[in-house]
Nanobody, 126 residues
Framework: QVQLVESGGGLVQAGGSLRLSCAAS????????MGWFRQAPGNEREFVAA???????RYADSVKGRFTISRDNAKNTVYLQMNSLKPEDTAVYYC????????????????????WGRGTQVSVSS
């Protein structure tokens, strides 16, 4: 497993932007599939975006065209650029990781990941 630390959350007005970062410890970050999930109060945690070890990406329909996931293997970091934010994007955002040898398909299910960060709060005001 790998240790994950999210940062970059905060309070922003609707229509604004934030960039979340997730720094991973350990070696072989380039071999990890990475994902972002979020949980709003009273809701279950849901998939947001994922990037495979070879940088294929996948997005939830609710964020497609507004959010972009990317990775910098030299910095052991995955990013989530969030534009055109809406109040319904308000949630705690979690980073997730799993070591992957041959997979090229971004993972969108929680059970596919075995390492999780503690989350960062994103609040969007109307």
């Amino acid at each position: 497993q790998v240790q994950l630390v999210e940062s970059g959350g905060g309070l922003v007005q609707a229509g604004g932007s934030l960039r979340l970062s997730c720094a991973a410890s350990g070696r072989s970050f380039s071999d990890y599939d990475m994902g972002w999930f979020r949980q709003a109060p009273g809701n279950e945690r849901e998939f947001v975006a994922a990037i495979s070890r070879n940088s294929n990406t996948r997005y939830a329909d609710s964020v497609k065209g507004r959010f972009t996931i990317s990775r910098d293997n030299a910095k052991n970091t995955v990013y989530l650029q969030m534009n055109s934010l809406k109040p319904e994007d308000t949630a705690v955002y979690y980073c997730a990781a799993v070591s992957s040898t041959y997979n090229h398909i971004p993972r969108s299910r929680e059970y596919e990941y075995d390492s999780w960060g503690r989350g960062t709060q994103v609040s969007v005001s109307s």
